[in-house]
Each structure stands twice: as structure tokens, then as C-alpha cells.
């Protein structure tokens, strides 16, 4: 199956300092990618859609200003947090779809743990 | 809209025992449905999924879910749990072939005792 990477997988940082987390799909070209947040024993949270070349959609509730979404190439998004605070910290896991004959796969990042000092 | 609920933030089982972990569905039209696995600090890997086709869906690891209709439910089952299934366990939805929004589940932690 396809291979969806995440850099970095861990990091931890002062608060008010802004994190950028990358989401890259190794082997095949993503047009779109999602970004979910995923809080301790709890669900996936959709946080926004990225679509190459164009604004993400961000999901309702979630501030596009602090959590900025650039999807720059077919392989490459990028999510970074702004003036991080504790309250941000969490489980970033991105997913890349990946567009097939007749069906889409959606495919999952190991995701980046964001801790916030 | 859509939703999944899963039955239970917890099952434990022995190892060879019997693996069912729950999953209803909630839609309006007929669903895409999924299982997906999680181990601690990974991402999601897919397990299987319901496209419409066969009601008995077999994936990987020796897990297989059935869609019932007329229960709206889609639960995941193995016959013989090994200690490697240890893990988190997502059912999720969509309505469309694209997937574009995936609505998860709360999970269901399946713990193997030996």
C-alpha cells in the first residue's frame, strides 16, 4: 500500500513558539490530505481539508489562524501551529488520498506528538 | 449526517478467545464503513472495509465484519485473538466513494490476556 510519512514524530516545545509538523506521501501524489487531532482515550477530530494549490477547508470550530494548513505540492502539506500554548497538545495524525480507479484509499501518517511546555 | 457508534471503550479477552468489537452506523443513505487499527503512538491502519459489494468483508490479520442492514451494524470479529491485536480499534463512515470526510468512532482498546 501507499506510504504516508510524518516529520517530526515528536515534539515538544515553549509555549507561545510556533511547530510546523510535515505530512508527505512517499510513492504516490495526494491531491488531497486531511489533518486530524487525536486527544488522550479519545476519537479522530477532523481539523481541516488540504487541497493542492488551493486554501484548506478548515472543519467547524477550528481557528485557521492558529493552525495553518499549506499544501504546497502533490506530496507535501504542512500543518503549523502558531504561538502554541498547553492547551495544544495533542496527537497530529495526517492522512493522504489517494486517487484510484473507481475508489479512493485514504492512507495514514504516523502521526506527530505535539507537547506544549 | 453521519455517525458510528462502538459499544464499549474496553474488551478484554484471553488469547485464542473469540474477538467481537461492536459497531452500529447511523445514515441516511447507504454507508461506506471501516475498521481501522491503531497501535500506541502509530497512525491508522486499515483493516477492511464495506463498499457496497459482498455483506461479509474479510481483511487483515484474520479479521473479517459483517454489514447488516437490518441492524445497522457492521461489527469486526476474529476467531482466535493473539497477543499482537492488542491495540486500539476504529469503526468509521463516509458517504461517498471519495471519502472526502470520515467520521470516527470513540474506539474500543481490545486488551489480550495471556
Known amino acids: 500500500g501507499a506510504v504516508v510519512s510524518q516529520h517530526p514524530s515528536r515534539v515538544i516545545c515553549k509555549s507561545g513558539t510556533s511547530v510546523k509538523i510535515e505530512c508527505r506521501s512517499l510513492?504516490?501524489?495526494?491531491?488531497?490530505m486531511f489533518w486530524y487531532r487525536q486527544f488522550p482515550k479519545k476519537s479522530l477530530m477532523l481539523m481541516a481539508t488540504?487541497?493542492?494549490?488551493?486554501?484548506?477547508?478548515?472543519e467547524q470550530g477550528v481557528e485557521k489562524d492558529k493552525f495553518l494548513i499549506n499544501h504546497a505540492s502533490l506530496t507535501l502539506s504542512t500543518l503549523t501551529v502558531t504561538s502554541a500554548h498547553p492547551e495544544d497538545s495533542s496527537f497530529y495524525i495526517c492522512?493522504?488520498?489517494?486517487?484510484?480507479?473507481?475508489?479512493?484509499?485514504?492512507?495514514f501518517g504516523p502521526g506527530t506528538r505535539l507537547t506544549v511546555l | 449526517a453521519q455517525s458510528v457508534t462502538q459499544l464499549g471503550s474496553h474488551v478484554s479477552v484471553s488469547e485464542g478467545a473469540l474477538v467481537l468489537l461492536r459497531c452500529n452506523y447511523s445514515?441516511?443513505?447507504?454507508?461506506?464503513l471501516f475498521w481501522y487499527v491503531q497501535y500506541p503512538n502509530q497512525g491508522l491502519q486499515l483493516l477492511l472495509k464495506y463498499t457496497s459489494a459482498a455483506t461479509l468483508v474479510k481483511g487483515i490479520n484474520g479479521f473479517e465484519a459483517e454489514f447488516k442492514k437490518s441492524e445497522t451494524s457492521f461489527h469486526l470479529t476474529k476467531p482466535s485473538a493473539h497477543m499482537s491485536d492488542a491495540a486500539e480499534y476504529f469503526c468509521a463512515v463516509t458517504l461517498d466513494s471519495g471519502y472526502s470526510t470520515l467520521t470516527f468512532g470513540k474506539g474500543t482498546m481490545l486488551l489480550v490476556s495471556p
Open positions: 492522512s493522504a488520498r489517494e486517487r484510484r480507479r473507481g475508489w479512493d484509499e485514504q492512507f
Open positions: 488540504s487541497n493542492e494549490g488551493s486554501k484548506a477547508t478548515y
Open positions: 510513492d504516490f501524489q495526494a491531491t488531497t
Open positions: 445514515s441516511s443513505v447507504p454507508p461506506y
